[in-house]
């Protein structure tokens, strides 16, 4: 008999252990599966607002800190053959705006063509022409920010080899109160960002024509290198 509730004891500790056990392994997968970057699921993108859409949505992804386009090794694989990115971006230099990051893209979701102020020039237009006309791009973004070095360079008359050429090409949009230079530069590089939307449709009858037949849609946004949002100006 002493035997026998010795083996039930025994019995009904390790039926407890190993309940304890399963439920700490099925707690330890939770938190594992909790702490995983969740997996972006692209979007359709059929129409320029879509591609606006998907824009914003990722730059709230980047603001928030839950990026999901970032499992780089599988983008890699899926674009070696080809690419069809929904979006252009024309973005300033600055190593601060990162347009595949701050918008959540990752590879081959948005072209991006970049120089200092996000200025057109015909190279950056024929770039423009072939993302929109020959691989489908829906979407141009122009896209300033505040504390613009090459907008600033502009207020302050730079000179500097070819970035004289550059700078002088910003002089247009320089408008606001000059005794408030935060205010001035802001004001500035907002104004910069309009004018190089009106020069590309101005120069690129492509372009242009795409904007009119409602393929494409051109938008300047603004980046704050504080906060990291971007707004889109239109």
């Given at each position: 008999?002493?035997?026998?509730k010795?083996?039930?004891?025994?019995?009904?500790l390790?039926?407890?252990l190993?309940?304890?056990?399963?439920?700490k392994a099925?707690t330890?997968?939770?938190?594992s599966?909790?702490s995983?970057e969740?997996?972006?699921?692209?979007?359709?993108?059929n129409?320029p607002d879509?591609?606006?859409?998907e824009?914003?949505?990722?730059?709230?992804?980047?603001?928030d800190?839950?990026l999901?386009?970032?499992d780089?090794?599988e983008?890699?694989?899926?674009?070696?053959?080809?690419q069809?990115?929904h979006?252009?971006i024309?973005s300033c230099?600055?190593?601060?705006?990162p347009?595949?990051i701050v918008f959540?893209?990752g590879?081959?979701n948005?072209f991006?063509?970049r120089?200092?102020?996000n200025i057109?020039?015909?190279?950056?237009?024929g770039?423009?022409?072939?993302a929109t006309k020959i691989?489908?791009s829906?979407?141009?973004v122009v896209?300033?920010?505040?504390?613009c070095?090459?907008?600033?360079?502009?207020v302050?008359?730079?000179?500097?080899?070819n970035?004289?050429q550059l700078?002088?090409?910003i002089?247009?949009?320089i408008?606001?109160?000059?005794?408030?230079?935060?205010k001035?530069l802001d004001?500035?590089?907002r104004?910069n960002?309009?004018?190089?939307i009106?020069n590309?449709?101005?120069?690129?009858?492509?372009?242009s024509?795409?904007?009119?037949?409602?393929?494409v849609?051109i938008?300047g946004a603004?980046?704050d290198?504080?906060?990291?949002?971007?707004?889109?100006?239109n």
């Open positions: 008999m002493k035997n026998l010795s083996y039930i004891l025994l019995l009904v390790s039926v407890m190993t309940s304890c056990g399963q439920k099925e330890d997968n939770s938190h599966n909790d995983k969740k997996k972006h699921e692209h979007v359709v993108i129409t879509d591609a606006v859409n824009l914003k949505n990722g730059n709230k992804r980047f603001v800190g839950k999901e386009n970032t780089y090794k983008q890699v694989q899926a674009t070696k053959e080809d069809h990115p979006s252009v024309l230099l600055d190593s601060r705006v347009p595949e959540d893209q590879f081959g948005i991006v063509a120089v200092a102020g057109e020039d015909d190279n950056i237009l770039s423009l022409e072939f691989k489908g829906k979407l141009i896209l300033g920010h505040n504390k070095g090459a907008v600033k360079g502009a302050d008359n730079a000179e500097l080899g970035l004289t700078v002088n090409q002089k247009p949009a408008t606001g109160d000059k005794s408030n230079p935060d001035l004001e500035t590089s104004k960002v309009k004018l190089t009106e590309i449709l101005k120069h690129s009858d492509v372009i024509g795409l904007v009119k037949e409602g393929k849609k938008v603004y980046y290198l504080n906060t990291g949002r971007v707004e889109f100006m």
